[in-house]
């Protein structure tokens, strides 16, 4: 399993949110060129950027930051929010990010989306499927920058797109997000067991290296992890085993 650093932008500052909430947002002291070389010195071979602004307005707001970082070489770069046309994809990809993140469109306007994993290549998307679990367990889906609730689950979601379309699938528990409580297991287990042929990405909640094997256990392809980095709640060398550049 993969671990994949990220990097939350806000008004061009590098930031970390409690379950998605604006108003709850701690603001770290790196730039963002100075974080990316932090999780390049880890070993980190890719990086997951986030335009939190984006995000919420649906207009890729960081604009100049991510196309500084995609300019520094040795990494790849995954990035989303706020991406919601063609014409920024192909912006990304061809400013050097590799890989590109669709969230609400993917949502809202799956026909699209499955038109561009076509155009782009499925290998090129990841779709951002991120949630909150209702009364009676089931992970539903929210939008916006987590700011709107939808009548979509997970797995209802997942079956509007053909299989050759999604190979990479991001999906955040809302409420173990920059909690430090730990990744919710039986929410990947439930979604590697449904879904074996994609790539699951697990974040929210991971707090040590044993979230991160136990991450690994249940065939999650990677863990995106943000807080527990930013404060080296994790000793480099317990994360060899997923950084392969370490």
């Given at each position: 399993m993969l671990l994949i650093p990220a990097?939350?932008?806000?008004?061009?500052?590098?930031?970390?949110?409690?379950?998605?909430?604006?108003?709850?947002?701690t603001r770290y002291e790196y730039s963002?060129?100075?974080?990316?070389?932090?999780?390049r010195a880890l070993g980190a071979s890719w990086v997951h950027v986030v335009d939190l602004d984006?995000?919420?307005?649906?207009?890729?707001?960081?604009?100049?930051?991510?196309?500084?970082?995609?300019?520094?070489?040795?990494?790849?770069?995954?990035v989303g929010g706020g991406i919601?046309?063609?014409?920024?994809?192909?912006?990304?990809?061809?400013?050097?990010?590799e890989r590109v993140v669709i969230g609400s469109a993917a949502v809202e306007r799956p026909d699209e989306a499955i038109e561009w994993t076509s155009r782009f290549g499925a290998d090129r998307i990841c779709l951002a499927l991120d949630v909150r679990h209702d009364s009676s367990g089931?992970?539903?889906?929210?939008?916006?920058?987590?700011?709107?609730?939808?009548?979509?689950?997970l797995w209802e979601a997942l079956k509007l797109y053909p299989a050759a379309a999604v190979r990479h699938v991001l999906c955040?528990?809302?409420e173990r997000d920059g909690a430090l409580t730990g990744p919710n297991l039986d929410l990947y287990r439930d979604a590697v067991k449904r879904f074996p042929r994609i790539a699951w990405q697990a974040s929210g909640g991971v707090r040590d290296a044993a979230d991160l094997a136990a991450l690994a256990h249940i065939g999650a392809a990677a863990?995106?992890?943000?807080?527990?980095?930013?404060?080296?709640?994790?000793r480099p060398e317990e994360?060899?085993?997923f950084l392969p550049g370490a």
């Open positions: 990097i939350d932008l806000r008004g061009g500052h590098c930031v970390r949110l409690y379950q998605g909430d604006f108003g709850a947002e963002p060129r100075q974080l990316l070389e932090k999780y984006g995000a919420r307005d649906g207009v890729l707001a960081n604009r100049a930051v991510i196309l500084d970082l995609a300019a520094q070489r040795g990494l790849r770069l995954q919601r046309s063609a014409q920024i994809i192909e912006e990304l990809i061809s400013s050097g990010v089931e992970p539903q889906l929210r939008t916006r920058g987590w700011k709107s609730g939808t009548a979509i689950s955040t528990d809302i863990a995106v992890s943000g807080k527990a980095l930013l404060e080296e709640r994790i994360l060899r085993a």
